[in-house]
């Protein structure tokens, strides 16, 4: 059930990180998603996973600072979309 609900999570940070490319999103709930990814990868440390939750939440951070290129987004975005489709099978 926790791993559902992780990865129900993460879906919805993939979606608002595509919608981020295009410059649609709130500044505030993309903080909280990206300190999201960073906790989450710094509890399970022990995985790929991890490193890839771990990268995405600082690539988002950065993102809401600074403008990145929307290719990078696009990569969070499939990255986590594959990780969030994975945790309901």
Known sequence: MIVQLLGLLDVAVAVSSLLMAYGIYSRTLMLAFSVYLIAKSLVFFSS??????????????????????????????????????FSFF
């Open 48 to 85: 790929l996973a991890s490193i890839i939750d771990f990268a995405s939440g600082i690539v988002i951070l950065a993102a809401v600072y600074w403008t990145m290129p929307p290719i990078v987004l696009g990569i969070v975005f499939l990255a986590l979309i594959q990780k969030g489709a």
